[in-house]
């Protein structure tokens, strides 16, 4: 889903987790476990055009489960 979501031409984040679209607007951050949600999400984020410097603004999460 990660990959779908950054399509190709995607570079792995400084974290080495995260992967980034070759334009910088989306972003994948792979399951990690949240103390505060007592659970493990995906998260999967965007940037607007002219935005590629700010903080990630939509951020969709979606939980893990066995």
Do not use: C
């Not at 399509?7 to 994948?28: F, M, T």
């Amino acid at each position: 889903m990660g990959k779908a979501w950054v399509g190709d031409g995607y570079k792995v984040a400084s974290d080495g987790k995260a992967l980034v679209s070759q334009n910088g607007l989306r972003q994948y951050r792979p399951p990690t476990y949240k103390p505060h949600q007592k659970g493990t999400q995906a998260n999967f984020e965007q940037r607007f055009l002219g935005q590629e410097k700010k903080k990630w603004q939509p951020n969709a999460h979606l939980d893990i489960t066995n």
